[in-house]
């Protein structure tokens, strides 16, 4: 383990611990705080706090610790019931960033980070142009494909990527199949990506 490492972790959960705890375009700071809280409490299996409406709650905590049986009627059930498709975008974006941290928190060795204090202040919810359900099951920008399963709301996609270039590779890193990181060739951190998705039951 590198210090340049544990530096680069640390700055990235700083960064992610910001954009929680802030306003984002769907949910307000406390929102979003309470959904990485039912998150956490997922995995460690403990109860729902009642804090979020039903719907949200129980997205957050399927997210975080069932994705895999999600399907496009529970986004349909969640809607009904409140949880606008945009508004779950944000929240599977919340979701997957913490528990990604955390996993790779556990992975280093590190005390798992308690969540911040929220941050006053509303949402946005500006919706971007061009945003609708078309091949997939939430709203996006053009296809429905991995990297675009967040355009419909783009601060997420950028913390998303924020994120994915201190734990996997940046964007532009991904281009060069013979990197290596951290001491780790590229095809070693495919083969261990791989397992781990089918271990996780990702059907991408």
């Known amino acids: 383990m590198t210090t340049v490492l544990l530096a680069e972790f640390h700055q990235l959960v700083d960064r992610e611990w910001a ?6 375009t769907w949910w307000t700071g406390a929102e979003r705080i309470s959904i990485a809280a039912e998150a956490r409490g997922a995995a460690r299996n403990e109860a729902p706090t009642g804090v979020l409406p039903d719907a949200a709650t129980e ?9 895999a049986s999600i399907r496009s009627v529970d986004i349909e059930r969640w809607a009904d019931g409140g949880l606008d498709g945009f508004a779950y975008v944000e929240l599977v ?23 911040p204090e929220a941050l006053p202040g509303e949402p946005t919810r500006q ?48 281009g060069d199949l013979d990197i290596e990181r951290n001491g780790i060739h590229r095809t070693q951190m495919e083969l261990a990506a791989g397992r781990t998705s089918w271990l996780n039951e990702c059907f991408y």
């Open 127 to 174: 919706k971007p142009d061009g945003a609708e359900v078309t091949t997939g099951w939430v709203p996006t920008v053009g296809p429905a494909n991995a990297p675009g399963s967040m355009s419909g709301v783009p601060a997420e996609v950028e913390a998303m990527f924020d994120v994915h270039g201190v734990l996997y590779l940046s964007l532009e890193q991904m």
């Open 59 to 67: 997205a957050a905590r399927r997210v975080a610790v069932d994705a």
């Open 93 to 115: 974006g919340i979701v997957s960033r913490l528990m990604a941290i955390d996993v790779a928190g556990f992975g280093l060795g590190l005390d798992e980070r308690s969540l």
């Open 19 to 24: 954009r929680l705890a802030s306003p984002g």
